[in-house]
């Protein structure tokens, strides 16, 4: 018996100390900043055209799965305002193949994104993120195009995912 009270003590001192806790205290996302984030709508600054929609996209998907932070679509609703501008997309000979021939493309994109809060305009977070994704060099035009926007939507999939990373662990 006595060895089952000190090993219950032992498990309730293991796991009350074992420094887990709700970001924030669970009722608020970037400190006291607000809970209710506005998502604009992507500045696209390339010649790549859509990526501005594809970006939002996958970042209202990455965020919407958050459940520190609740999305809305009017901005007058919102503590928080996120926009950004993609600033770059390049896709690149990425290798080739024995007999000197492309065998494979990389796709580049580049985002520059910051966090706002709505009320003045006072600028929370701000930074830059860069991914690229290679896919296969192929004969048929078309299929060749439909590998650069599958890379390019993966690209922006896994910025939208280290955006949410880098948000959250700044705050």
């Not at 000190?6 to 607000?34: F, R, T």
């Not at 901005?75 to 305002?81: E, G, I, N, P, Q």
């Not at 796709?107 to 896919?135: C, F, H, I, N």
């Amino acid at each position: 018996m006595n060895r089952l009270a000190l090993l219950g003590g032992l498990l309730l001192v293991l796991l009350s100390g074992c420094g887990y806790h709700a970001p924030a205290g669970g009722d608020a996302w970037v400190g006291q900043e607000g809970r209710t984030l506005y998502v604009e709508l992507f500045a696209n600054r390339t010649v790549e055209p859509y990526l501005d929609n594809v970006v939002t996209g996958e970042v209202a998907t990455q965020l919407s799965r958050s459940r520190l932070i609740e999305l809305t679509e009017q901005r007058s609703m919102a503590d928080l305002v996120l926009d950004g501008t993609v600033t770059g997309f390049d896709s690149s000979v990425g290798a080739y193949d024995a007999a000197d021939n492309i065998s494979e493309y990389t796709a580049s994109m580049t985002v520059k994104a910051r966090l706002l809060r709505r009320s003045d305009g006072t600028v929370l977070w701000q930074g830059v993120l860069s991914r690229s994704e290679t896919y296969p060099a192929l004969v048929d035009k078309n299929l060749q195009q439909e590998g650069e926007s599958l890379a390019a939507r993966v690209v922006a999939r896994r910025i939208a995912e280290d955006l949410l990373a880098r948000l959250l662990a700044t705050f």
